[in-house]
């Protein structure tokens, strides 16, 4: 089969079109005005393919008006892009960084309408900036590059500054008509490399860009799966697999884990009702929150237990820290709808020795037990399990709620 210029570009502009309807698919159904790049994306794929449109339809319009749409719309494709990532990114660029390459590449088509290969260069050199902005943008944002999806519309960014780059040697060689799409010829090897170069750009960034959009999907829909939904903290699940992965290391560090029981909790959900009760619940998790170090784990347990999971903590620095989260409750009435409560709790600690083989629900258990026994001999107060006293405990306080 003979290949043209234009049976090429026909080929990126069916590209182009199917892979906009497709993404017009993609993003048919969200909830709400969903801020995640992808209206932007398509706009601009549709926008690429109306810049074919314009660069094909020379000869059917005037040279001027075609040159002048085509790089104009090219210009305002690759500022979406950028839009569209930004605001995937739930950042802004300056306005400078969309609207003055498009004034410039208009204002170069106009006046270099007739020096095809002056046009090729400046044009070039204007979509490379936009391009080198759109990789910046990748690259400075350290939530995008968490996942993988982002290399492949990084590629596609790099590909066709290759493309365009190639396109600008050949105006400075004075080849221009490599780059020609308008010929009546066969096509070189070098232009059909470079058409298939571009559609398989847009291809990558395109399907990269949807994959990101997915992937912090996937991340989010996993957070709210791992996170309690009253206190916002992790839930059981959350942190019965970090202590799991914690155990795992070879070596197996020291591990503390306390057991942190609200006292007579049912007391004050019969008294001052339900609403209340999770008023309460959710500031005892900030209160204990604010006393852990950067890789302690707290989480709801469940009903009103929650859980501390304190890696590399020694006994001794377990019992302190029970004691400081135990403080933390009870030194400070919590205001509430119904006036101030006075709110304490109890907490058991189980003890993982470092380089012994534990078993999570053992420890677990231990730890259980250690909070009954607190919870039977006076509550607010810490119990290890093991030692059957209160070690280093408060007294029991004389509030009732």
Not at 52 to 80: C, E, M, N, Q, Y
Not at 344 to 350: A, D, F, K, L, R
Not at 363 to 383: H, M, Y
């Amino acid at each position: 089969m003979n290949l043209d210029a234009r049976t090429l570009l026909f080929s990126l502009i069916l590209a182009d079109t199917l892979m906009g309807l497709c993404l017009v698919v993609a993003a048919h159904g969200q909830v709400g005005e969903k801020k995640d790049g992808l209206n932007k994306w398509t706009t601009a794929l549709f926008l690429q393919t109306l810049a074919w449109i314009a660069a094909a339809s020379r000869g059917f319009f005037p040279d001027a008006f075609a040159i002048v749409a085509a790089h104009g719309l090219k210009a305002a494709t690759h500022a979406l892009i950028l839009a569209a990532i930004y605001e995937f990114q739930q950042r802004r660029a300056p306005n400078w960084q969309y609207f003055v390459p498009l004034v410039a590449t208009l204002v170069m088509a106009l006046v270099l309408a007739n020096d095809m290969g002056s046009r090729l260069i400046w044009s070039s050199v204007i979509f490379i900036l936009q391009l080198l902005l759109i990789a910046r943008a990748l690259l400075s944002d350290h939530e995008t590059r968490t996942g993988r999806a982002w290399r492949l519309l990084f590629g596609g960014v790099i590909l066709f500054i290759m493309v365009i780059g190639s396109r600008a040697l050949a105006g400075l060689i004075n080849h221009g008509e490599f780059a020609q799409i308008s010929n009546n010829v066969a096509p070189q090897p070098f232009q059909v490399a470079a058409f298939i170069a571009s559609m398989a750009a847009t291809l990558l960034g395109s399907m990269g860009f949807v994959l990101m959009v997915k992937e912090r999907s996937d991340k989010a829909v996993m957070q709210l799966a791992m996170t309690d939904s009253l206190t916002l903290i992790p839930n059981r699940r959350a942190l019965l697999e970090y202590a799991e992965r914690v155990l795992a290391r070879r070596g197996g560090p020291p591990l503390a884990l306390l057991m942190v029981d609200v006292d007579r909790f049912k007391l004050i959900n019969d008294t001052y009702g339900h609403l209340i009760g999770d008023e309460v619940l959710r500031k005892v998790a900030k209160r204990l929150l604010g006393r852990l170090r950067k890789h302690d784990l707290l989480g709801r347990y469940g009903g009103e237990e929650f859980c501390v999971i304190a890696p590399e903590t020694s006994v001794s620095g377990a019992i302190t820290l029970a004691e400081s989260l135990r403080a933390a409750v009870d030194s400070t009435p919590f205001s509430t709808e119904c006036g101030d409560l006075t709110v304490s709790v109890s907490i058991g600690i189980s003890f993982s020795s470092p380089g012994v083989a534990c078993n999570l629900l053992e420890v677990i258990s231990e730890a259980d037990a250690a909070l009954f026994i607190a919870k039977k001999t006076g509550r607010n107060k810490v119990v290890r399990f093991g030692n059957e006293k209160a070690e280093n405990s408060a007294v029991k306080s004389n509030h009732e709620c």
